[in-house]
């Protein structure tokens, strides 16, 4: 029972540069989200999805794209990575967003 | 803006103390409060959660206190232990648009000494 997996685990970025980052669940939730984490600022909503072909922005959309062809796949991509996008993001999923949160191991991206 | 405001941003406690950390909301359309706990190189992790129809739930021995009026809720960690030093997040949600959607808080940094 994997859970929400997250790859890659650690990138660096070269400014201007483009990448998606990976996340993939096996809990059929309905349900899928990314944040950033930075220092002092919390976990910050990017993008989340409420089912196949459903997403929509959160707090902090700008620079990135999401796509949600199947239950289990939501990717997120970096149009042109910038300094101000070195973060640490979290995939999430959860059966409705009224309940528990299963969180991926994170993927830590330095942009230089 | 944070929807959340979370305290305080770190705590130190003595083990065997009681730490507490506590929220502070705003929109009263929050219907669903949990708490993560986040572990130096993990995702975070629900803890514990409560909805606003209850003034109190504890697991064990972490305990959340929720006051409605006041708009503030807070985790108390009972007979705290050095395992218990993570970063936890106080976290809302609501529905907006016909979805549900959360917001964190900004986290706190608790270490127990022993």
């Known amino acids: ?112 | 803006q944070q929807q959340v405001k979370q305290s305080p941003q770190s705590l130190i406690v003595q083990k065997g103390g009681i730490s507490i950390i506590n929220c502070a909301y705003e929109n009263t359309a929050f219907d669903y409060f949990p708490w993560y706990q986040q572990f130096p190189g993990k995702g975070p992790a629900l803890l514990i959660a409560i909805r606003p129809d209850v003034s109190e739930k504890k697991e064990g021995r972490f305990t959340i206190s929720f006051n409605k009026s006041a708009k503030q809720f807070s985790l108390h960690i009972m007979d705290s232990q050095p395992g218990d030093s993570a970063t936890y997040f106080c976290a809302a949600s609501w529905v907006s648009g016909g979805y549900q959607k959360v917001t964190f808080g900004t986290g706190t940094k608790l270490q127990v000494i022993p």
């Open chain 1, 1 to 112: 029972n994997a859970g929400v997996t997250q790859t890659p685990k650690f990138q660096v970025l070269k400014t201007g540069q483009s990448m998606t980052l990976q996340c993939a669940q096996d809990m059929n939730h309905e349900y899928m989200s990314w944040y950033r984490q930075d220092p002092g600022m919390g976990l910050r909503l990017i993008h989340y999805s409420v089912g196949a072909g459903i997403t929509d922005q959160g707090e902090v959309p700008n620079g990135y794209n999401v796509s949600r062809s199947t239950t289990e796949d939501f990717p997120l991509r970096l149009l042109s990575a910038a300094p101000s996008q070195t973060s640490v993001y979290f995939c999430a999923s959860s059966a409705d967003m009224n309940t528990e949160a299963f969180f991926g191991q994170g993927t830590r991206l330095t942009v230089v």
